[in-house]
Each structure stands twice: as structure tokens, then as C-alpha cells.
């Protein structure tokens, strides 16, 4: 599958962004969603994930309680709505695609990526 992430920019501390990542190429449905981000100098590491069906998900407790991942199997899109934004969630995003049907936080079980959106939060 195919994916586009777009929705970063420039925010002030506190302020919120939405990331949007459109998937194409195969059948949304049949993928659990992630996003991960990495900040410069640091690992990529895991954010937020939601099973196919919407209906679970899973927050890194660094963003638990400011973050709210969604998805729209229509629109073939996952969202990420990020609220009470600090300087510390700069980092480019990414969104993943993955086909284990656990829905997992580790990045080596997801095989398709976008190419990443740079979230900047000035404090």
C-alpha cells in the first residue's frame, strides 16, 4: 500500500495539528495503522496505533491523553489529532502500514511507509 502524510508544520507550544495519511494500492482495510516519529539525532519510535477496524488503539505514554489516532475506511486515510503540542514532539512523522493481524508498536512489523510530514513546535 501506498501512503501520503501531510498536515505538518509550524505550531506554538500548546497548540494542536492534525496529521492526515492517505493510503492507496490496496485494500485499507486489511492494515493496522501506526505512526511513528523521529526527532534529529534520536531513533524513530513509535506513537500511536489502531487496528483495522478502528476500534482499538494504542498510545506511547508520552502522548497519551494529547494525541487521539482515528481512521476512515472510506477515505482510506488515518489521522493523528495532536492537542497540547511541546517542544519535545518535534520530530517528521510518519505514518505505517502493517498486515500482522496483532496490532504491534514495534517498527520492524511494518512494511509500508510514508514519506513523512516535519512537525515543528516552538516553545
Known amino acids: 500500500v501506498q501512503l501520503q502524510a501531510s498536515g505538518g508544520g509550524l505550531v506554538q507550544a500548546g497548540g494542536s495539528l492534525r496529521l492526515s495519511c492517505a493510503a492507496s494500492?490496496?485494500?485499507?482495510?486489511?492494515?493496522?495503522m501506526a505512526w511513528f516519529r523521529q526527532a534529529p539525532g534520536k531513533e524513530r519510535e513509535y506513537v500511536s496505533a489502531i487496528s483495522r477496524s478502528g476500534t482499538v488503539t494504542k498510545y506511547a505514554d508520552s502522548v497519551k491523553g494529547r494525541f487521539t489516532i482515528s481512521r476512515d475506511n472510506v477515505r482510506n486515510t488515518v489521522y493523528l489529532q495532536m492537542n497540547s503540542l511541546k517542544f519535545e514532539d518535534t520530530a517528521v512523522y510518519y505514518c505505517a502500514a502493517s498486515t500482522v493481524p496483532l496490532l504491534l508498536v514495534d517498527r520492524d512489523k511494518y512494511g509500508d511507509w510514508g514519506q513523512g510530514t516535519l512537525v515543528t513546535v516552538s516553545s
Open positions: 494500492g490496496r485494500t485499507f482495510s486489511r492494515y493496522n
